[in-house]
């Protein structure tokens, strides 16, 4: 498999997926994803930098509205693994989560095909 081939793997899988996946790679290669504790003399400088843009999004199902199984439809389509009935209760459980860490773009993307079914996201 190719670096680009598993960065897309990885772009395809649901949260739950990807924690399932650092847990494995922890557990294969003894290591942890854990974030190093900075030093007590970093945090000033940190704080004084100036804020940088952000380059992560999440996208957030507000309301599905009157075609929910057209949303069931593209809520299958952009988080995957999941299952008609989970869907429906993803659905129906609104607002909910619908990806992290996604790019401004791509965010963009899952909200307009949202908006071509008649449900209201929003990008945070």
């Known amino acids: 498999m190719t670096h680009e081939g598993f960065i897309n793997a990885i772009k395809g899988m ?12 922890e557990a ?25 843009e952000q380059t992560e999004f999440e996208v957030v199902l507000v309301d599905a509205g009157a075609e929910k199984i ?5 809520v299958r389509e952009v988080v995957s693994g999941l299952g008609l009935k989970e869907a429906k209760e993803f659905v129906e459980s609104a607002p909910k989560t619908i990806k992290e860490g996604v790019s401004k773009e791509d965010a ?8 071509a079914v008649g449900a209201k996201c929003e990008i945070k």
Do not use: T, Y
């Open 14 to 25: 649901s949260v739950i997926e990807l924690m399932d996946l650092v847990k494995a790679l």
């Open 28 to 52: 294969e290669f003894g290591v942890s994803a854990a974030a190093p504790v900075a030093a007590a003399g970093a945090a000033p400088a940190a704080a004084a930098a100036p804020a940088e």
């Open 70 to 74: 057209k949303v069931i439809k593209v």
């Open 108 to 115: 963009k993307k899952i909200v307009d095909q949202f908006a």
